[in-house]
């Protein structure tokens, strides 16, 4: 899939109050700033109309704004974060082009954040995790069909260690994708090219593949040489130590389409 867009929102002053479990210290503004540069510096190298939404102070959490929509073929998703702290983000999502106009705006009793939900060309897998529950995923379920697309529900639950279902896999084109060993020989995945980071480098499994090259975050030498093995040639690694500290990753980052 070619992306053209990219949705990214700047990294609020109020970063280091957010959610987090990571336990990694408290993150550098400074530092989670400049990496934050980096990254859309690269999605525009990659030929991506990146579009900057301001920071939101009041929502420390609001840079990782994939998780407040799913964009699907010519339309979008509204998501309604499964963390309390996080449902107001996706109001001011609301006036963004293309988020604008949303067939569908998910809603209670049903929460889903955009991190659970991985396209694989037009099969889309749904996480259920903490914070998708099974009524979310359902009417996202519900938006998809309705555009000939298909999806799959993944429960994450025995899997505690990711947050969300992309927090543990990424979607490398050409049916091959990226996974945690957790999800290995999953049944959802057996058709895809399954490449497994190893253990000591599991954070490298959120990865993104934009226009032919992968972003993957820096510091998982294994994994990259892995994936030059596999004869993938064109690899850019981003520092991505601050937003690991809040429990992000590279996805969560942005909206693509
Ligand atoms: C949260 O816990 O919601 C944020 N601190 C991290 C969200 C990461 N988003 C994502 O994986 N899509």
Same mark, same amino acid.
């Given at each position: 899939?070619?992306?053209?867009?990219? +949705?990214v929102?700047q @990294?609020?002053? *109020? !970063?280091?109050?957010?959610?987090?479990?990571a336990?990694?210290g408290?993150?550098?503004?400074?530092?989670a700033?400049?990496?934050w /540069? *980096?990254?859309? !510096? +690269?999605?525009r190298? #990659?030929g991506?109309?990146v579009h900057?939404?301001p920071?939101l102070e009041q929502f420390p959490?609001?840079?990782f =704004?994939e998780?407040?929509?799913? &964009?699907?073929?010519?339309?979008?998703?509204l998501a309604n974060?499964?963390?309390?702290s996080?449902?107001? /983000? @996706?109001? *001011?999502m609301?006036?963004v082009p293309?988020l604008?106009f949303? &067939?569908c @705006? #998910?809603?209670d009793?049903g929460?889903l954040d955009?991190?659970?939900v991985l396209r #694989?060309?037009?099969?889309f897998?749904?996480?259920l995790?903490d914070?998708t529950?099974?009524?979310?995923?359902a009417?996202l379920g =519900?938006?998809?069909r309705?555009?000939?697309?298909?999806?799959?529900?993944i429960d994450?639950?025995?899997?505690p260690?990711l947050?969300?279902?992309?927090?543990? &896999?990424?979607?490398?084109?050409?049916?091959r994708?990226? +996974?945690?060993?957790c999800? /290995?020989a999953h049944?959802a995945?057996?058709?895809?090219e399954? +490449?497994?980071?190893p253990?000591?480098e599991?954070?490298?499994a959120?990865a993104l593949m934009?226009n032919?090259t @992968?972003l993957l975050?820096?510091?998982?030498?294994?994994t990259a040489?892995m994936?030059?093995?596999r004869g993938?040639?064109?690899?850019? /690694?981003?520092e991505?130590?601050e !937003?690991?500290k809040?429990?992000?990753?590279?996805?969560? #980052?942005?909206?693509r389409y």
């Open positions: 899939m070619r992306y053209r867009n990219a +949705i929102r @990294v609020p002053d *109020s !970063f280091a109050d957010g959610l987090t479990q336990n990694l408290k993150p550098d503004l400074h530092l700033r400049l990496q /540069e *980096s990254y859309v !510096f +690269i999605l190298k #990659l991506l109309n900057v939404l920071p959490d609001s840079v =704004v998780d407040t929509a799913v &964009i699907a073929r010519d339309s979008a998703a974060p499964g963390a309390p996080r449902r107001g /983000e @996706v109001d *001011s609301r006036d293309r604008g949303p &067939i @705006v #998910l809603g009793p929460t955009g991190g659970d #694989l060309g037009r099969m897998l749904i996480g995790s914070r529950n099974g009524f979310g995923a009417q =519900v938006f998809l309705d555009q000939n697309l298909y999806y799959r529900m994450l639950k025995q899997f260690n947050l969300h279902l992309k927090t543990g &896999i990424s979607y490398l084109e050409k049916k994708v990226l +996974i945690q060993s999800l /290995e049944p995945l057996e058709k895809y399954q +490449i497994i980071v253990d000591d599991a954070y490298a959120n934009i032919g @992968v975050a820096a510091g998982h030498p294994k040489s994936l030059r093995d993938f040639k064109k690899i850019v /690694e981003l991505m130590s !937003f690991q809040m429990d992000g990753g590279l996805s969560c #980052l942005s909206l």
